[in-house]
């Protein structure tokens, strides 16, 4: 893993907060083990970012009460993050700026969608503002994290893991670490960020 000094963060760099959401931390209805975690760790990303004027993207899992992937429907999930429930808020103590974008996903209910974008206007956001490099953290590593950093790499981004800030659902034992290596394959690079 590569220490990254904050002093090297650059005009084109825009954090990407993946999905830190209540329903996804300890006590929430598809609790990330040690979800809450990166919650404080986070922040002094958002700190470093915001300081420098560089933008705070929020993704957030906003699904309808009848998503696909609820077990209830036949999917593989519990239900979670339904849009405008309190489980689908951001963590409590997530210092997002009032500048930060919030992006919402997996909004529809017959359509699956991990990455943050699947049918969104993030892309589109990160291209008109000049951003070549995005830094992603957040939840879960295994899913929309991966997914994310994926589409993130598709797009053209220079993508940073921030490795620190990130935590697995691992239904499968070892699913974060396997998820960790295929995005650092494809191009992401694990980092995190150093004292000043
Ligand atoms: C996620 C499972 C289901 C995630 C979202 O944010 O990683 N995981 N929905
Ligand atoms: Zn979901």
Not at 115 to 142: E, N, P, Y
Request: with cysteine; glycine share 12%; proline share 7%.
């Amino acid at each position: 893993m590569i220490e990254f000094e904050p002093g090297q963060l650059q005009e084109g760099d825009a954090l990407v907060i993946v999905d830190v959401q209540k329903d996804f931390l300890p006590g929430g209805s598809l609790a990330v083990s040690e979800g809450d975690a990166v919650v404080p760790v986070l922040n002094r990303y958002i700190g470093e970012f915001h300081q420098r004027g560089l933008p705070v993207y929020a993704t957030r899992d906003w699904h309808p009460p009848d998503h696909c992937s609820f077990r209830e429907q036949g999917g593989i999930w519990p239900p979670h993050c339904i849009a405008g429930t309190e489980g689908a808020e951001y963590a409590p103590g997530l210092r997002l700026p009032a500048t930060a974008v919030t992006i919402s996903k997996a909004t529809t209910p017959e359509k699956d969608a991990y990455s943050g974008f699947d049918d969104t206007d993030l892309a589109a956001r990160l291209h008109a503002v000049g951003v070549k490099r995005v830094f992603v953290g957040g939840l879960a590593t295994d899913y929309c994290v991966l997914n994310t950093v994926r589409d993130a790499l598709n797009e053209g981004f220079g993508v940073m893991l921030l490795r620190d800030a990130v935590r697995a659902v691992d239904v499968q034992p070892g699913d974060g670490d396997r998820a960790e290596r295929e995005m650092e394959s494809l191009g992401a690079r694990p980092v995190k960020l150093g004292a000043r």
